[in-house]
């Protein structure tokens, strides 16, 4: 009777050797599909915030012919109505360059510094950097902020299209096989800068 129950404890930790690692393999599974996909969310967010700021840029500079640099507080209205659009002092939540114009060489940097505006919330260049690149690669971007390309951003008429690509890793990536090519993108109407209508 006494060897009988030695050998019945001996097959419980037996089962447990197997189950265990199969439970905590699952587990760690379900945390990286919940990083690898509130990863995207958070991309998915900071460019939806990005493309409506980047619309308001041509009726700001062409119809209310706001400058940054000779702003001083005077125009309650606009105030009121945009504060966070078009009295910022950051040049990276607001352009009164004309980006938008075409064959810009503005338009990709622009379209990047916003889009790190509203990812990381604002900063230093240097801060702001070093954050949005800490946490792209927590959320699993190969190469973190250098790994994002908005290379297929565009302007058609008063149309904007941006686009990113990047590399997403999942969160235990093992020998390397676990990465996808990812692509967000969002088109938006430009405020017409003649007209001043969406």
Known sequence: MFRFKKNEHGAVSLEACIVLPIFIFVLMFFYGLMVFFSGHQLLSHSLIQSAESLSLDPYATEQLKISWDEMEGGEDLVQAM???????????????????????????????????????GSGTSSEMEKAADERLKTIGVQGGLDGLDFSGTKIEGNTLTIVIKYKQEFVFNFQGLAAFDRQQSITITLWDAVEGTN
Do not use: C, M
């Not at 078009?86 to 510094?113: C, G, H, M």
């Open 82 to 120: 945009y504060a966070d659009a078009f009295t910022s002092q950051d040049p990276y939540f607001s352009s009164n360059e004309k980006w938008y114009a075409e064959n810009s060489d503005l338009l990709i940097p622009t379209v990047r510094s916003r889009f790190l505006a509203y990812f990381v």
